[in-house]
């Protein structure tokens, strides 16, 4: 039973381009969350998806940032033009419900030349 | 000040000693949760508690509802312990397992 498996584990973009992260949920998890560790600093919050919608966005920066959960295939965080202070590790979880514990990807480490 | 705080921030030990690493949090909480970051990333969810005491290996989890305190505890260290712990919390206003995380204590046992 694989476990929440993202990719690329490790991403490099230049300024300006666009960063597309995947993530695919365990088996039966219908629920997605993605975090974002900057370096040095602590994980945040940034979305909270299921299937085909977005419940909460409050921790998504307001522009070139967008999340989507499709119905087939894995959720996706996309970031647009990218900048330097977008490098950071990009988490993401999965849990079959909101009340039962998340489990976590490995990370997607993004570097921006 | 943030929602949840994390001490120490950093812990040496000895292989063989009892390990203690303390969270607070300041929001009413649904849930608290403890995990753990090894070098390279990856990350692993230990324990979810909403009260009372639970026990993995060697590893148990503590929380004091009233207090707004939990404890990660670490008995017979061994080097392969060594990673950061960090403790997260489910706020009730959240309605659902939205996660806001203490800093992380950044733990290394020596053999």
């Given at each position: 039973n694989a476990g929440v498996m993202q990719n690329p584990r490790h991403l490099v973009r230049r300024r300006g381009q666009e960063a597309r992260l995947r993530c695919s949920p365990m088996k039966g998890h219908s629920h997605v969350y993605w975090y974002r560790q900057l370096p040095e600093e602590g994980l945040k919050f940034m979305v909270y998806l299921q299937k085909e919608n977005i419940i909460d966005e409050s921790g998504m920066p307001k522009e070139r940032f967008s999340a989507e959960f499709p119905k087939e295939?894995?959720?996706?965080?996309?970031?647009?033009?990218?900048?330097?202070?977008?490098?950071?590790?990009?988490?993401?979880?999965?849990?079959?419900?909101?009340?039962?514990?998340?489990h976590f990807g490995d990370g997607t480490r993004l570097s921006i030349l | 000040k943030n929602e949840v705080e994390q001490s120490p921030q950093n812990l040496t030990a000895q292989e063989g000693e009892f390990i203690t690493i303390n969270c607070s949090y300041s929001v009413g909480i649904s849930a608290l949760?403890?995990?753990?970051?090894?070098?390279?990333?990856?990350?692993?969810?230990?324990?979810?508690?909403?009260?009372?005491?639970k026990k993995h290996g060697r590893l148990i989890a503590t929380i004091n509802i009233q207090e707004k305190h939990s404890s990660l505890h670490i008995t017979a260290s061994h080097p392969r312990d060594s990673a950061v712990y960090i403790c997260a919390a489910s706020p009730i206003s959240g309605g659902y397992n939205k996660l806001i995380f203490g800093a992380g204590t950044r733990l290394a046992v020596h053999p």
């Open positions: 295939g894995p959720s996706i965080l996309r970031i647009q033009q990218v900048v330097r202070g977008d490098s950071a590790a990009y988490f993401c979880a999965s849990s079959p419900n909101r009340d039962q514990p998340q | 949760h403890w995990l753990q970051q090894h070098p390279g990333g990856g990350i692993v969810s230990l324990f979810m508690l909403s009260s009372g005491k």
